[in-house]
């Protein structure tokens, strides 16, 4: 099993905080999506899992190794951070050809790549005259040379058009299905809705859900009674999210049914309602990141930061 573990985890560029005491896990088996607002620590959070950034405190880990002391990390991790990360006057099978050569792959894995992803037809036209499509299918394919058992991907599916989208859908639940750890970045909701087993959602670089999809839809509760202002008020109070739905009703997601009838009923408050409500996946995204505050720190300096920091 190749469990990932992210425990602890802090990290600040100058006085901002990226990620603040951040931990969760990523199973096998299951295709686990991690959303977040731009600026919500996504990329830090993959770029430490894979060593690429350093936290302040905490550690993350793959099947309990470090990432860097993987005895071979190109046959145990396969991943899509970069969609531009290809020379532009290099073929596509030439790309793939260099990397298998430097990790030690077969020779052959580059055509079976190539044909998997459906890139047989372009292997020896330029990268740069690729799409943004193509190239996501070539990072696909180079993450894939090595059959590894965990893949780490970020916005995969970003340039991709609707065949495109279902192709790489089905891809990863078959890597899942087969025992694979799939941990997908992404900002298509409603994709995501389709893909994922498992959830990760990060908030000002915090976590505010994780957990089976399929049960946080559900863990909704619609109410209705003629004081919505002041059972708002009193839900809010005690921690719960609410806001108004589609005909009227209050939408309390974060406290169990029973004690938002207690609660009511304590207060003298009247229900005409109270059910379990399932919401998709954008209307829980909206109501766990409401909060979000437009990151102080570019992504792009605070990278460059990182970058000069660690070559002194």
């Known amino acids: 099993m190749h469990q990932l573990e992210i425990e602890h985890v802090t990290k600040r560029y100058g006085h901002e ?9 990523v199973v096998s088996g299951r295709v686990t999506g991690f959303l977040g607002s731009n600026g919500a620590g996504k990329s830090t959070t993959m770029k430490i899992l894979l060593d690429l950034a350093s936290a302040d405190s905490g550690h993350a880990s793959i099947a309990g190794t470090r990432y860097r002391d993987l005895k071979d ?39 079976t790549m190539l044909e998997a992803v459906g890139l047989a037809h372009a292997a020896e036209r330029h990268v740069g005259a690729y799409s943004l499509g193509m190239r996501q299918r070539l990072g696909i394919a180079a993450a894939l040379l090595g059959d590894p058992p965990v893949l780490v991907l970020d916005e995969p599916g970003n340039g991709l058009d609707p065949q495109g989208i279902r192709w790489l859908r089905d891809l990863l639940r078959e890597r899942a299905s087969a025992g694979g750890t799939v941990f997908v970045s992404s900002h298509l909701l409603a994709e995501v809705e389709h893909l994922a087993d498992e959830v990760v959602v990060l908030s000002n670089g915090q976590l505010v859900a994780t957990g089976e999809l399929a049960v946080l839809q559900k863990a909704g509760t619609a109410v209705k009674t003629l004081s919505p202002a002041p059972l708002t008020e009193l839900l809010v109070a005690a921690g719960a999210t609410v806001r108004e739905g589609a005909e009227g009703e209050l939408i309390v997601r974060g406290m169990p049914i029973a004690e938002i009838g207690e609660r009511a009923c304590t207060a003298g408050i009247a229900l005409h309602e109270l059910s379990p409500q399932a919401g998709s996946l954008e209307e829980l995204f909206l109501d766990w990141t409401k909060g979000d505050a437009i990151p102080a720190v570019d992504q792009a300096i605070a990278d460059a930061t990182e970058r000069k920091a660690e070559s002194l």
Do not use: W, Y
């Not at 145990?76 to 030690?104: C, K, M, Q, W, Y």
């Open 73 to 111: 990390p190109a046959r145990t991790v396969g991943v899509v951070l970069e969609p531009n990360a290809f020379h532009p006057g290099r073929s596509g099978r030439n790309h793939l050809r260099i990397l298998a050569d430097a990790s030690g792959f077969a020779s052959d894995r580059v055509d």
């Open 17 to 25: 905080v990226v990620l603040d005491d951040l931990s969760f896990s």
